[in-house]
């Protein structure tokens, strides 16, 4: 239940206003936001590169209102790309979500936007990742995806949820096209008829999906581009050290090369384990949020793990 508030407050304008008004938000935010400015990103990138550990930048946004917004958004992303493509020593990529470049508006202006993109990362040698949003946009993702591989783009990957019945289907669908895939578990409120309810269930259907990928990546002999930008197909992306050891154990069982897989963890969480895999040998690579629209990402991350909220609770009596 207190789940599902905190993501109902993720996308309510008026805890918006409120909440960015707190300059202790920011300070706890901070924890999982790289900075403001993609500059500021951009030195994560540096930082977490000299330690083996490879990037994925994301410019914080989503749900755009209007064209100009999503225009907005679009030219943000550019900026990005370019940034990388100014920095060839940079070992990293970029995630964005649809919704941030016009998906609820207009698919077709969304389509247009995304084109764009996967040309811009294209002319700037990296890749681009499509993260899942909720359920309303599943279809929408994916079928996107196919329209852009099939006018040629091979530089965009996905990301899949364990915790929805379907992930298994579109899994194996999506392979068929050697698809690179990000499995996280799910940070939306979706209904049971959607969504394993329980926990247990969510865990096994996760070590399944990566089980299904590690073979995929073992039968493809995937790996990690020497530059560190495109993945390998299989990103298993969890803090979880139960699903991380069965994704370790079954690609070792298989014969999996540690740069056949790739662990993603998020900015500001479990940075002893995310160095821990690196040194193991692992490729490990780091989502780094960034930008002023960091709200909606912050209260997912509160909604996430009972001992975010109580950090930011205590900032807030420290005034």
Request: net charge positive; glycine share 6%.
């Amino acid at each position: 239940m207190f789940r599902s508030f905190l993501i109902y407050l993720s996308k309510a304008a008026w805890a918006q206003k409120l909440t960015t008004s707190w300059g202790f938000a920011w300070k706890t935010a901070s924890r999982f936001v790289a900075g403001t400015k993609l500059s500021e990103a951009m030195k994560v990138v540096g930082e977490l590169n000299a330690k083996g550990i490879n990037v994925t930048l994301d410019c914080l946004g989503e749900h755009t209102n209007t064209p100009d917004e999503a225009q907005q958004a679009t030219d943000e992303i550019f900026a990005t790309l370019d940034a990388l493509g100014a920095d060839p020593a940079a070992r990293s990529n970029i995630s964005i979500k649809l919704t941030q470049i016009g998906m609820g508006l207009d698919e077709s202006l969304c389509a247009e936007n995304l084109e764009r993109i996967l040309a811009r990362a294209k002319q700037n040698k990296t890749f681009v990742r499509l993260d899942i949003e909720d359920t309303p946009y599943t279809d929408k993702t994916i079928n996107l995806y196919y329209a852009m591989r099939e006018k040629g783009y091979e530089n965009i990957g996905v990301a899949l949820q364990a915790y929805l019945y379907r992930s298994e289907a579109d899994m194996r669908r999506l392979l068929q096209n050697k698809t690179h895939i990000r499995i996280v578990k799910g940070a939306y409120n979706e209904p049971p008829e959607k969504a394993f309810p329980k926990k247990a269930d969510v865990d096994a259907n996760y070590d399944l999906l990566a089980k299904i990928l590690l073979d995929a990546s073992h039968a493809n002999q995937s790996a990690l581009s020497k530059d560190g930008r495109v993945p390998p197909l299989p990103a298993i992306a969890s803090h979880d050290e139960k699903r991380i050891a069965f994704a370790k154990q079954y690609a070792e069982k298989i014969g999996l090369a540690k740069t056949g897989l790739e662990f993603q963890m998020l900015y500001g969480i479990r940075r002893d384990l995310q160095e821990q895999l690196a040194q193991e040998g692992y490729s490990v690579r780091v989502y780094v949020p960034f930008g002023a629209q960091w709200y909606p990402y912050f209260m997912r991350r509160l909604a996430e793990k009972p001992a975010n909220v109580w950090f930011f609770v205590s900032n807030f009596f420290k005034g």
